[in-house]
């Protein structure tokens, strides 16, 4: 009797093992199920974007989508805005502009500039308005103070032949506008400066400066016709880092007659100053002389937004207002989206739905996008405030 038990106890535990078994065996396959739907129901970008309307034409580099989604988590928590500055209109189904000039440029040389380059031609500035001295500057700002809620504005002009934009005859207008309307936010494009003009902006209450930072020696002298080193440009941007104005330096991507030439250099000075943001612009053929350059793929400009969000992880990085329009300019905006960028100037139609589809959050402003005014998050279209 004890054998015949100890023998049907054996058996029971032999069964309850291969129960056990088989329930090891299929919460093991309940995983394998579950990660294999996980997979399956993770958004593919590149696929993503072929639903997507304003992409019906496009071509996107699969390699560099791919890449791109690959570092999206370390960028998913960053907030995306989207700016609308009032000097120029802008609409497109997704966003609105702002009928206000909330944000103006002026330009203290009108349209004039003594430099002349091969990319621009001065032409940026002629939809900037002219206040050609300090009177004109300061009843402008006044007016539109007044009439239009004005909230701050850019102030820029044209370089003489050494790049320099003298600004200093402005600064008593800037100070006295700031003492009388605190709420201003002020902009300046620097040029190239030194540590005593980089003060005199400071203490005029300049809140952001703006420089242009060129990596190759080569575009310096070809493209810009100036007698200046790589090294003046460094010197400005340490200069400005030096005060306690916002630093915003800009890299033109494609500067050099469209084709790739310093702009990792650039970033290499970039990342070696305490900078505010980066703002990332794309040449424009169509302000240069005609059959000088080229555009640059949009596959090269995606590969410097992702190199500019791995080596600034810890700042800003925008995309500004200047890049090629149409077709270009949605691929460009997409991929800005997808690379992580905190930022787009005038975004190109689906830009919106980019970041719906890769789930960043996202609002809209209408300034420039170097300076914060406000804003609030937005899940459609809006326009601006009365």
């Not at 496009?58 to 560099?64: G, S, V």
């Not at 004005?150 to 506008?177: A, C, D, M, T, W």
């Not at 990332?280 to 002389?289: N, R, S």
């Amino acid at each position: 009797m004890r054998a015949k038990s100890a023998m049907k106890l054996i058996s029971s535990l032999a069964r309850y093992q291969n129960f056990d078994l088989h329930l090891d065996n299929l919460a093991l396959n309940i995983r394998i199920l579950a990660n294999t739907n996980t997979r399956r129901k993770k958004v593919n970008w590149f696929s993503q974007l072929a639903n997507i309307e304003a992409f019906e034409d496009a071509e996107f580099d699969a390699a560099l989508v791919a890449r791109m989604q690959a570092a999206a988590p370390q960028n998913q928590s960053r907030e995306l805005r989207f700016s609308s500055p009032t000097f120029k209109e802008y609409e497109t189904s997704e966003l609105s502009g702002c009928n206000k000039n909330s944000f103006p440029a002026f330009s203290i040389t009108a349209a004039g500039c003594a430099l002349n380059c091969d990319h621009c031609q001065k032409k940026i500035l002629e939809p900037m308005i002219p206040a050609t001295n300090p009177e004109m500057l300061d009843r402008k700002v006044r007016d539109l103070i007044m009439l239009q809620n004005l909230q701050g504005f850019l102030l820029s002009g044209g370089s003489n032949k050494r790049n320099e934009i003298k600004y200093e005859r402005f600064y008593p207008v800037v100070e006295k506008l700031k003492h009388d309307f605190p709420h201003l936010k002020i902009a300046i494009h620097t040029a190239l400066t030194d540590e005593k003009g980089a003060k005199a902006m400071e203490s005029a209450g300049v809140d952001t400066a703006m420089m242009d930072v060129i990596g190759a020696q080569e575009t310096i002298n070809q493209v810009y016709h100036l007698d200046r080193t790589v090294d003046d440009f460094e010197a400005t941007l340490a200069a400005l880092c030096a005060t306690s104005m916002d630093i915003v330096p800009h890299i033109v991507i494609g500067l050099h007659y469209g084709k790739l030439l310093g702009e990792k250099h650039a970033l290499d000075m970039v990342a070696r100053h305490n900078v505010n943001s980066l703002v990332l612009v794309v040449i424009m053929p169509f302000y240069a002389k005609t059959g000088t350059f080229i555009t640059p793929t949009t596959g090269d400009v995606g590969e410097i937004f992702l190199e500019a969000r791995t080596r600034l992880m810890d700042k800003k990085v925008l995309l500004g207002c200047a890049r090629p329009a149409g077709l270009h300019k949605r691929v460009t905006d997409a991929y800005a989206v997808m690379a992580g960028l905190d930022g787009i100037a005038f975004p190109a139609e689906g830009a919106v739905k980019v970041a719906q589809m890769v789930g960043r959050k996202f609002e809209q402003a209408h300034s420039c996008c170097s300076i914060k005014i406000g804003g609030g998050a937005i899940e459609a279209k809006r326009s601006c405030a009365a």
